[in-house]
Nanobody, 121 residues
Framework: QVQLVESGGGLVQAGGSLRLSCVAS????????MGWYHQAPGKQRDLVAR???????FYADSVKGRFTISRDYVKNTVYLQMNNLKPEDTGVYYCNADIKRGKWGAVVNYWGQGTQVTVSS
């Protein structure tokens, strides 16, 4: 069993900052991509940032220069530092990871339960 658990959401004024965390736990052999998605009310879930275990980090244009993704490979944790938050950043943020549970197992995509971020104007 593998779980992704997010934390760090909350209510913040425009221009403020939040730091989201997501810990992957369970039977994990390796983690490839780890990233964050944003789902605004009534909208689809969109990729915000992704950091592969090797390769270039991806940021959505809307967050470039404001958000920073980082990983702690020992703790199987991914962070999203969100600065200069805007009201349009409001929504649920979901952690996502591609995880291999055994040396010969397949890579499976997992989602966290989401954490709410509300930015007031």
């Amino acid at each position: 069993q593998v779980q992704l658990v997010e934390s760090g959401g909350g209510l913040v004024q425009a221009g403020g900052s939040l730091r989201l965390s997501c810990v992957a736990s369970g039977s994990i052999f390796s983690i490839n991509n780890m990233g964050w998605y944003h789902q605004a009310p009534g909208k689809q879930r969109d990729l915000v940032a992704r950091q592969p275990s090797g390769g270039s980090t991806f940021y959505a244009d809307s967050v470039k220069g404001r958000f920073t993704i980082s990983r702690d490979y020992v703790k199987n944790t991914v962070y999203l530092q969100m600065n200069n938050l805007k009201p349009e950043d409001t929504g649920v943020y979901y952690c996502n990871a591609d995880i291999k549970r055994g040396k010969w197992g397949a890579v499976v995509n997992y989602w966290g339960q989401g954490t709410q971020v509300t930015v007031s104007s």
